[in-house]
C-alpha cells in the first residue's frame, strides 16, 4: 500500500479552480507536517504550502498567497489544496507529502519522509 495518494487533478483555464486531495495510509502514523510541493518541467520541485498536524499553523509560497488553501482531516487521513484563480505558471505536477521529523514549515523536500505519486496540473492560458 503507498503511503500518500494523490488524486483532483486535471486540465483547466486560467482562472478556474481546483481541488487536489491526498490520502495517507497507517505507514504515515507520527506525521508532524504535512505539505504540497510541485515541479514544473526542467525545474525544482518546490514547496507550495504546509500544515502542522498538531497545531494547524500553515506556510505557503509567496506565489501561492492568497489564492490556495491547505487543509487537513485527521480524521478521515486527508489533505487537500484548494486552488483558486489558477494562472498557467501553475502548471506542474503536484505532490503530497508528510515528515516526522520537527521540522520548519518553509522546509524544503528534503525534510519530508512520505511521498505521493503526483498528481498533474495543467492550466491553459
Known amino acids: 500500500q503507498e503511503p500518500l495518494v494523490e488524486s483532483g487533478g486535471g486540465l483547466v483555464q486560467a482562472g478556474d479552480s481546483l481541488r487536489l486531495s491526498c490520502t495517507a495510509s497507517?505507514?504515515?502514523?507520527?506525521?508532524?507536517?504535512m505539505a504540497w510541493f510541485r515541479q514544473a518541467p526542467g525545474k525544482w520541485r518546490d514547496l507550495v504550502a504546509a500544515?502542522?498536524?498538531?497545531?494547524?499553523?500553515?506556510y505557503y509560497a509567496d506565489s501561492v498567497k492568497g489564492r490556495f488553501t491547505i487543509a487537513k482531516n485527521s480524521t478521515q487521513n486527508t489533505l487537500t489544496l484548494q486552488m483558486n484563480s489558477l494562472k498557467p505558471e501553475d502548471t506542474a505536477v503536484y505532490y503530497c507529502a508528510h515528515t516526522v521529523r520537527a521540522i520548519g514549515l518553509a522546509a524544503g523536500e528534503a525534510g519530508y519522509d512520505y511521498w505521493g505519486q503526483g498528481t498533474q496540473v495543467t492550466v491553459s492560458s
Open positions: 500544515i502542522s498536524k498538531r497545531t494547524d499553523k500553515t
Open positions: 497507517d505507514r504515515t502514523l507520527g506525521t508532524y507536517a
